[in-house]
Structures are given as structure tokens and as C-alpha cells.
Nanobody
Framework: VQLQASGGGLVQAGGSLTLSCAASGNMAAVGTMGWYRQSPGKQREMIATITKRSSTHYIDDVKGRFTISRDNAKNTIGLQMNDLKPEDTGLYYC?????????WGQGTQVTVSS
């Protein structure tokens, strides 16, 4: 499974960005997909996941501000990020799980200025 993330950029606090991730390969084996974030000086953390049936999970920090979506027909997931804060700055990675195998795209940088 190959993943290609896009949509990062520089935005002011309070602004919005939309990330996209295009997946290819053996998608029939893929179940949960998600977005992870690695902020400066911190470990990579899961921020939102979505199952094949579009059941979602978010960390408390982004609930109400971020929305994850999935289009199984197009093999894409998205992350709509609203009311961005400087602490949301980081490298955002999309992720896919196929059984016990995890796949990662390259990160896309999100920088939120205060």
C-alpha cells in the first residue's frame, strides 16, 4: 500500500487547512486509516482515525476542530482542520493498516503562526 499526502502549508492561528491522502495498492486489505502528527520535540501521535465503515475517533485536543473523512471508491482520506492553533504545527502523516501491517505516507508540513 502506498500513501501520498498533500495539502499542508502555512496558516495563521484560527485559520483552516485541508489535508488529503491518496492510497494505492492492495486496498482490499486495508481497514482503519488515519492521520498522525509529529510536532517539534515530540513523538508522533495519532490524532484521528476512520474505519472502512467511516467510524471515527479523535484525540481530545482536536475534537470539534478537525474532521476526518474517507472515500473508499476513490481510495482517499481527508482531514479538514479548522480553528488551527500554533500547537497544531507539525508534520502530518497519513497511515493505513492492513491486518498487522502499517503503512505510512511521507509527511506534509503544517505550520500555524500566532
Amino acid at each position: 500500500v502506498q500513501l501520498q499526502a498533500s495539502g499542508g502549508g502555512l496558516v495563521q492561528a484560527g485559520g483552516s487547512l485541508t489535508l488529503s491522502c491518496a492510497a494505492s495498492g492492495n486496498m482490499a486489505a486495508v481497514g482503519t486509516m488515519g492521520w498522525y502528527r509529529q510536532s517539534p520535540g515530540k513523538q508522533r501521535e495519532m490524532i484521528a482515525t476512520i474505519t472502512k465503515r467511516s467510524s471515527t475517533h479523535y484525540i481530545d485536543d482536536v475534537k470539534g476542530r478537525f474532521t476526518i473523512s474517507r472515500d473508499n471508491a476513490k481510495n482517499t482520506i481527508g482531514l479538514q482542520m479548522n480553528d488551527l492553533k500554533p500547537e497544531d504545527t507539525g508534520l502530518y502523516y497519513c497511515n493505513a493498516w492492513a491486518g498487522v501491517s502499517g503503512y505510512w505516507g511521507q509527511g506534509t508540513q503544517v505550520t500555524v503562526s500566532s
